[in-house]
């Protein structure tokens, strides 16, 4: 009987996850597509011959997209089923400071957590195992955004899942932070650089990661770390300036 009981539990949730995973997958064709189009115009031919690498960064990409959104409509689920986690939404919960911070504070976890797993995944073991799938667009595109291997996209498919259990966020900060994680991610694999050179060269584009610093990890590869900010770099000496994509 306890059985029958959980199944439409189970079914829901499970449905939750799918659905999930099919908002995030379409979220990632969306915007990556969107970039790779911008990249036809803007960069004509610098995707030329890549079509057989493309092609590997979709299906990766798509795989990943699964296993970010399994957890994701879990989560999503059990928030509104059962007020699962510390996202609210009454703009007066907390007050309006509160907004733009809880977002540097989710961006700023999700760059510490970036860091140091990504310079884990950079250890010979771990980089063949997993990391190696990522280093493969050689040089990247806008649709190597999501391209990883099942264990490094299950390391990063954990992190806001986890702080939203750690860390109260209105669900429309939220939502910004999931754009800025999709649009930052697109833009600094696309191989040219989008933002303006005043700013990228200014002292506040000294601290933020754009395509310019990131194009320079994928060709030196055991530098420039950070997903958006440069602090760890900094810290931690493995800043080595940026390229020119």
């Known amino acids: 009987m306890d059985g ?3 199944l ?5 949730a499970g449905g939750a996850a799918l659905a999930m995973t099919a908002i995030v ?6 915007a990556s597509g969107g970039f790779a189009l911008a990249t036809a115009r803007v960069r004509p031919g610098l995707y030329a011959g890549l079509g057989r690498q493309i092609r590997a960064e979709i299906g990766w990409s798509l795989l990943s ?3 970010y959104g399994l957890p994701a409509g879990v989560v999503a689920w059990g928030w ?7 996202i609210y939404r009454d703009w007066q919960a907390y007050p309006l400071w509160y907004l733009p911070l809880s977002v540097l504070v989710y961006l700023f976890a999700h760059d510490t957590w970036f860091y140091w797993t990504h310079r884990l995944m950079h250890r010979p073991r771990w980089f063949r195992l997993a990391h190696a799938v990522h280093h493969a667009s050689r040089p990247p595109t806008a649709w190597a955004a999501m391209s990883f291997h099942p264990i490094e996209a299950l390391s990063g498919a954990v992190v806001i899942p986890a702080l939203v259990f750690l860390v109260p966020i209105h669900v429309a900060m939220l939502g910004l932070v999931l754009t800025v994680m ?10 040219w650089e989008l933002f303006p050179r005043a700013l990228v060269h200014s002292r506040l584009g000294g601290w933020l990661i754009t395509a310019s610093h990131h194009h320079r990890h994928h060709e030196l590869y055991s530098c420039n770390y950070g997903l958006y900010f440069r602090v760890w770099d900094r810290l931690c000496g493995t800043d080595r300036g940026l390229s020119q994509p």
Not at 25 to 30: I, M, V
Not at 80 to 86: A, D, N, V, Y
Not at 182 to 191: E, K, S
């Open 8 to 12: 439409p539990t189970v079914i829901a």
């Open 25 to 30: 997958a379409l979220r990632y064709l969306l």
């Open 80 to 86: 509104q089923q059962f007020g699962w986690t510390l």
């Open 65 to 67: 997209a699964a296993i």
């Open 182 to 191: 999709t649009v930052m991610g697109v833009t600094n694999h696309m191989g």
């Open 4 to 6: 029958i009981m959980i």
